[in-house]
């Protein structure tokens, strides 16, 4: 079941370039300046969350796309002392690193933001990205990377509770771990899946799944799965989706805009991107590869404040969501925007 109080958070440009594969964009610079006046501005305008992803190599063409990075859990540290409301929701890929290690750094990341921690979890990644650190494993195919996923999960959340910790699992064996202090409550967990055991692995261990199709009418049916898998199991989560606002005075002004960014598409940066997740990018139903061959990593929603506002607002009924990961192209001009004249509209129509 839908809830009627809507989430509205941001997703940080924490690497370059943002969500558009374009050289026609303004200038993300991965930078922590950058990254740390959205966050404040997104913060000022009491937005539910802030996260950024973890990504560790990019996908080449001429913009070097995703080339540049910060780390997430350390920049969300910086971010959380400079805000006071939002949840900060750092990315950790399960392969790379530790559940022990993840535990302590996330009740570290809890303590600074007093109690705002959030934890993303990615159970994959592209082959190249952790492969040039010997991190990648073949024996993990797509499957078998959600039983490493819950072993690793199962370990971080009791590290959060638990004062000794034994575990022999598969992957993992620990032995009387120790994990103080302790979060001052639960961090919320997020996770995005689309296949069946990625829905069941976010539905089962965290708050929120991501999700997202090649329309609104796929996006309702994983949405809807969702929530099926999580009566089963007599939980509930919540569903968020993505979304690019690319907003102008006029409505003609917004779509000329986008498609300037289209027109500056770096074609070598979204092959790189369909080679690095093993996707055809001759494939015409495959949700990535639509949004990417227009130069967007995410639904776009084009026009003036009161175009994207109802733009929002059909897309949020349409699929049943529960809240928004906002993006920009501008971030800086755009979240003002969005915190003055978008946000208090959604409050309000959503009670």
Not at 147 to 157: F, G, I, T
Not at 266 to 271: I, K, N, Q, R, Y
Not at 304 to 310: D, L, N, R
Not at 322 to 341: N, S, T
Request: with cysteine; aromatic share 8%; charged share 25%.
């Amino acid at each position: 079941m839908t809830t009627n109080n809507k989430e509205f958070g941001v997703f940080l440009p924490i690497a370059n370039g943002g969500w558009i594969v374009s050289e026609n964009t303004p200038i993300l610079d991965a930078s922590y300046k950058q990254n740390k006046t959205a966050a404040m501005i997104a913060d000022s305008y009491k937005m539910d969350f802030i996260m950024s992803m973890a990504k560790w190599r990019g996908y080449g063409g001429t913009t070097e796309h995703w080339g540049t990075s910060l780390e997430s859990l350390t920049m969300m540290a910086g971010i959380a002392e400079a805000t006071s409301h939002s949840k900060i929701i750092a990315t950790v890929h399960t392969l790379l690193m530790n559940p022990g290690a993840v535990a302590k750094m996330v009740t570290t990341l809890d303590q600074i933001s007093e109690g705002r921690a959030g934890l993303n979890i990615v159970s994959g990644s592209f082959r190249d990205e952790l492969n040039q650190m010997g991190a990648w494993r073949d024996d993990v195919d797509h499957d078998e990377r959600y039983v490493y996923a819950q072993e690793w999960s199962d370990l971080v959340q009791n590290l959060w509770k638990e004062d000794h910790v034994n575990y022999d699992g598969k992957y993992f064996d620990f032995e009387d771990c120790v994990s103080q202090p302790k979060p001052a409550k639960k961090p919320f967990t997020v996770c995005a899946g689309q296949s069946e055991r990625g829905l069941r692995f976010s539905v089962k261990n965290t708050d929120a799944c991501f999700v997202g199709g090649k329309n609104d009418e796929e996006t309702l049916k994983i949405t809807r799965r969702a929530r099926e898998i999580a009566a089963e199991i007599d939980t509930s989560v919540k569903c968020y989706c993505m979304a690019i606002l690319i907003i102008g005075d006029t409505d003609e002004e917004a779509l000329a805009k986008a498609e300037y960014y289209r027109q500056g598409k770096d074609a070598g940066a979204v092959e790189g991107m369909m080679r690095s997740y093993g996707i055809d990018p001759a494939l015409k139903d495959n949700a990535m590869v639509i949004r990417a061959q227009g130069a967007f990593m995410s639904r776009e929603l084009v026009g003036t404040v009161e175009t994207v506002k109802q733009k929002l607002i059909d897309m949020i009924d349409g699929t049943e969501m529960d809240g928004v990961m906002i993006i920009f192209d501008d971030y800086e001009a755009g979240l003002h925007k969005f915190g003055q004249e978008i946000l208090p509209d959604l409050r309000a129509h959503y009670g």
